[in-house]
């Protein structure tokens, strides 16, 4: 081959390479994780990115039913979709995006909801294509079916008490009379749904035997068993697991985002420093609701549907009785550590009146014992001086007595 020739060939390998190189530069990337577990907040946080073009959150299969196709037909066809966005590199939008859906033959409503409600990279060129559809099973289903090659997964967990004493007060079941399924949220709490602490016990107690109560083993299967499961799938140095209690740690958010190949110091800190979705209050759930600062250690503060109690220290120690396996793999094989969940916490024996909180009882008691001492005291003080005047008028002790004891009874 002549010099001129190699130069051709050279040429043609550089160009490939750029041209690789540029379809690969932009990465996909799911964001999963247990419900209740800061996964809006999470979305908030990766969508306020100006690299990232994020669907709007909670895209999942089962939303995209209704247009005469199977759940299996629409996961790969989402699963597909993602392939293509993947590969117009940095130079899609939402109109770019229903195009190209439309040119495979998808029905052309199913493609205008697919892009629905999406978030446009601000800068104008997107390097991360964020998937915030939250669950683990899903985003594995897709996976499966259309594989996207070195497509990234982050997935949050929380701990055990917390988690179910969140979801309790934020979601409804068939147990409660006001049971309502919405399409977009799901089952939610409203202001005349029967919650309280107690309440909460006895369903933890049931172990399964209650509407949607957690069974024994719970969290080993939404925590170890599910990361297990998505380590094999996208492969262990493409999942990134975090606490989210440490959504608002510098330091996690910064190892978060590079892992995603992105600049924490790009997110406004308007975001940073809020919280989505805790479900403290009533009017501060949904997609996109930043809460008020008093949400924050909402499983202390307690939450409005339940009157603002706090959480029984027994049902607490129940829960992490019953996750203590969870918890243990959790440390030993992901490095994430809840060490409530290994201690014996000293609880109280004493059962507390319905709707009243700890401190308002001790404040009560404490001021009834009052109340009674005093009244005992300005008793024994009459009795003592009528006893005295008695004995002086009489000369003896037998007149005094049913003196002080008429007085007494007066």
């Keep these: 081959m002549t010099l001129g020739g190699w130069g051709v060939v050279w040429l043609l390998w550089f160009a490939t390479i750029c ?17 209740k577990c800061g996964t809006t907040q999470l979305y908030a946080l990766v969508s306020s990115h100006p690299d990232v073009f994020s669907l709007r959150k909670e895209l999942c299969p089962g939303e995209m039913i209704g247009f005469r196709v199977s759940e299996t037909s629409i996961t790969r066809a989402m699963g597909e979709m993602f392939q293509m966005a993947t590969s117009l590199a940095d130079n899609f939008t939402h109109l770019t995006i229903d195009q190209r859906c439309r040119s495979t033959g998808l029905d052309p409503t199913w493609c205008s909801r ?29 996976q499966q079916a259309a594989p996207v090659l070195g497509a990234k997964v982050v997935y949050s967990i929380r701990d055990p008490a917390s988690l179910l004493w969140a979801s309790y007060n934020f979601w409804s079941n068939a147990g ?22 107690e309440h909460f016990h ?6 399964g035997r209650l509407a949607d109560s957690p069974h024994p083993g719970w969290y080993s299967w939404i925590g170890p068993g599910m990361m297990h499961l998505l380590q094999d799938v996208f492969g262990h140095a493409n999942c990134f697991f975090f606490r989210a209690e440490d959504l608002s740690n510098e330091h996690t958010l910064t190892r978060l985002f590079d892992f995603m190949g992105l600049q924490l110091n790009k997110v406004p800190d308007t975001v940073k420093h809020a919280r989505a979705n805790t479900g403290t209050h009533l009017a501060t759930r949904g997609i996109g609701v930043n809460s008020s600062v008093e949400d924050v250690g909402a499983d202390q503060a307690g939450y409005e549907v339940s009157g603002f109690r706090p959480m029984l220290c027994d049902s607490r120690q129940l829960i992490y009785n019953m996750s203590r396996e969870g918890c243990s793999e959790l440390k030993t094989a992901f490095s994430i550590d809840y060490p409530d969940c290994f201690n014996q916490m000293l609880c109280p024996t004493l059962m507390l009146p319905q709707n009243t909180s700890n401190s308002e009882w001790h404040t009560d008691m404490w001021s009834e014992f009052m109340a009674f001492s005093i009244t005992q005291l300005l008793l024994l003080v009459a009795a003592i001086g009528c006893y005295r005047h008695a004995t002086k008028t009489h000369g003896h002790y037998a007149p005094a007595t049913a003196d002080v004891v008429g007085v007494a009874l007066e």
């Design 176 to 197: 409660d009379t006001n049971f309502v399924q919405t399409e977009l949220h799901g089952k939610w709490t409203q202001s005349d749904t029967y919650r309280s602490p």
């Design 19 to 35: 041209f690789t190189s540029a379809v690969a530069k932009t990465q996909f990337v799911l964001s999963a994780g247990a419900a």
């Design 202 to 207: 006895e369903w933890i107690k049931s172990s």
């Design 114 to 142: 697919f892009v629905a409600g999406a978030r446009p990279a601000a800068s104008g060129h997107a390097r991360i294509f964020f998937q915030s559809c939250i669950n683990p099973r899903d985003s594995i289903r897709i």
